[in-house]
């Protein structure tokens, strides 16, 4: 079982279906404001069905808790023992990579930084130090035992079985299952994110793509990324059984929507010209700060992550 996805906790009005976009429905224009700091403290409260009701720190405690229990976990899962201190380096590991294509060999680069129980704020994605505390194997077995336990749910890359000549990524995306396990790894604490507004937006991202699972596996739909050779990346590919799928930017601010859609938009276009064996049926662009889910005239999708529901 998966942390509660924002609509099954109730922070969500669900007004929005993704039934809907993915079957590109018309939508009515629809106005739910949202603060940073709320969407912050979804972000860092996470999913879990046991904080229902709890303030808002108390539910960071209990994450807090939860991660350093299941670290304790993780070092004796299947009856083998492990050094605690390197289940918490690869834990952050991935917790810097949260939302990023990585191989193995870079979650072992980045276990080269010691963790510090919600220490110092790193930045998702950045490779610091040059020396891995893990080997490879070591970090196979860890992201393994993470899997098994339910700690990491990532995101495999989508091939449109393009008969071009590109070349499409195969990494998967790294997630810890909920953003909230992220944030207490990497030390990120409410005030911590709501001034470093480049770390919230890889959270929003890790939040949105955790409902975006959800509410696709309602419909027998798979959840997955693009990226290839010329950098072009989308954030989310949810496709369908029979074949149809949609492309999904996520942004933090309404002010970045223009451009999530000139993305989206140069993407399909893009797939045209090299010859996709198929195009994105739907573009779609979730937000967390906007005040306003709507189609646009260009036929790209706006909506706020607190409307979006199954």
Known sequence: MRPMSLYESGDSDGSVSLRTIMSGGSMEFVQNPVSLERLVDLIIGGGWPGCIGLSSEDRVGFVRSYLECSVHDASVFGGMRRKESNVRSVLKALARSECIPSPVTKVCRDTCVPFERYGPLILPGRTIGSESAVSYDTAIDYLCVFRDMFLTDDQPAFDPE?????????????????????????????????????????????LCERDLRIYAETMGAGLFHYRDDSGREVDAIVELPDGRWG??????????????????????KSLEKHGASRIPDVLCVICGLTEYSYLRNDGVYVVAVTVLGP
Do not use: C, W
């Open 247 to 268: 492309a999904f930017e996520i942004r933090l601010g309404a002010n970045q929507i223009e451009d999530a859609a000139k993305n989206l938009l140069d993407f399909r």
């Open 162 to 206: 393009m008969r071009s000549s590109i070349k499409v990524g195969k990494t998967a995306k790294r997630h810890l299952a909920d953003p909230s396990l992220t944030a207490a790894a990497l030390g990120a604490g409410k005030d911590r994110l709501m001034n470093d507004l480049v770390t919230t937006e890889y959270l929003l991202e890790a």
